[in-house]
């Protein structure tokens, strides 16, 4: 074992050794086989394997099953203030790397794969919109919303949308709101992405009021829609359906079960002077519908919530995928084209491949793959975490 470690330590299983060392940064409870005992909630903690082998450093929660969350395997850092102060700044250097100008909507911090474990957030325009999924994360946001703050310019706020389970499994309480005493009054922020205006309900919109991940995957939708007839499913804010409408679609029809949805998209659209149609409705409901009245569309757009949260769900789920999908392949004519998306990291990217390919059986309809993507690069992924590779965009033709 290493000598002068002022950190408290456990030992593992050498099961969890070989994942460790294969790059993911998390240890569960059942692999802790000793410690130094009593370890105080959310502190540091150095992890050896059961022959002392220094593994790596890491924050503890005792009432989580992932128990250790890695920072990592430098026996010569501290993991002080500086540590945090630092993580924000290559985070924050890797976006004006590889987003440039489009960090004013953006993902800044996407938790392990920016060495901050648990840790989620956004930006829109002026604000940031964080949430916290980690107990000692959560005791060291000060520190981590303070450099935010002194290497961006323009923020006037930061809200917390710490609302999600894995707050509860974490010991955390459920909260929102604004950070500090500083901030703006309005939770409806303005901002721009692709070229295209929102507004995003920060306090009550999913996830942190948008979905930043489908950038790209839009510009994907715009690029093909020219002189198509659109359905986007799911439209949430509408995002799909006007990078469509501004790639010169002949119409596009946007589709949610959530009035208020619509509402927002309806007046996303009125604000970039496009004209879109809106319909209310289940996605399973509705496309059958529509197939049933003759509707025609050529280009659909498929982007449900996760249909997964959890591995036990997993058959359900991708019957449910199976079945929209086909819908919309028996709604589409040939040569026509589906954006069809998940966001689940429950669904990996081979069974979603295969589940497209028996929808199409279902469907009695040929398909071929004309794009395949993933998140935008602001929420990089880390080969080791398969978490982090959740989102999976498929662009298809019927054949």
């Known amino acids: 074992m290493l000598k002068n470690r002022q950190f408290p330590y456990v030992r593992i299983t050498e099961k969890q050794e070989r994942t460790v060392r294969a790059g993911h940064p998390w240890i569960y409870e059942d692999e802790i086989t000793e ?22 450093t890491g924050l503890i929660s005792h009432a989580s099953k992932i128990r250790i969350r890695l920072l990592g395997s430098d026996a010569n850092e501290t993991y002080g203030d500086p540590f945090f102060e630092r993580k924000v700044k290559y985070a924050l250097q890797y976006r004006r790397d590889i987003m440039k100008e489009d960090m004013n909507a953006c993902r800044l911090i996407h938790g392990e794969a920016d060495g901050l474990p ?34 961006l310019e ?65 510009l994907a939708v715009r690029r093909a829609a020219e002189g198509k007839t659109v359905l986007d499913c799911c439209t949430h804010t509408g995002s799909f359906a006007l990078n469509a409408a501004k790639g010169g679609a002949l119409s596009v029809t946007a589709a949610d079960i959530s009035e208020t949805a619509l509402a927002m998209t309806r007046k996303n ?31 659909i ?21 199976r079945q929209i999908n086909a819908m919309a392949m028996r709604l589409l004519p040939r040569g026509g084209y589906l954006a069809t998306c998940s966001c689940s990291h429950f669904m990996p990217k081979e069974e979603f491949r295969m589940m497209l390919k028996d929808a199409a059986l279902d469907a009695g309809v040929g398909i ?15 080969p080791a975490v398969p978490q982090t590779e959740y989102l999976k965009f498929f662009l298809l033709q019927i054949i």
């Open 35 to 56: 410690s130094s005992g009593e370890i105080e909630n959310g502190s540091l903690v150095d992890v050896y394997s059961r022959k002392d082998r220094y593994l790596g």
């Open 118 to 151: 648990g840790l989620t957030v956004d930006r829109y325009g002026p604000v940031l919109v964080s949430e916290v999924a980690s107990y000692g994360i959560d005791q060291r946001k000060d520190v981590i919303y303070k450099a935010l703050k002194e290497h």
């Open 154 to 218: 323009g923020i006037e706020g930061i809200y917390e949308r710490n609302e999600g389970e894995l707050r509860l499994k974490e010991g955390l309480p459920q909260y929102k709101g604004w950070y500090g005493e500083i901030h703006p009054q309005n939770t409806v922020i303005s901002f721009t992405e692709n070229g295209i205006q929102y507004e995003a309900d920060i306090e009550n919109g999913q996830k942190t009021g948008f979905f930043l991940d489908q950038k790209y995957n839009r």
């Open 269 to 299: 659209a009125e604000r970039n002077g496009v004209s879109l149609k809106t319909i209310q409705g289940d996605v399973f409901d509705l496309l059958p519908k529509l197939r049933e009245e003759h509707a025609f569309f050529d280009f």
């Open 301 to 321: 757009v498929l982007d449900p919530p996760a249909f997964t949260k959890s591995s036990k769900t997993f058959r359900s789920a991708r019957a449910g995928y």
């Open 368 to 382: 071929r793959i004309v794009e395949e993507r993933g998140a935008a690069p602001d929420h990089p992924v880390l």
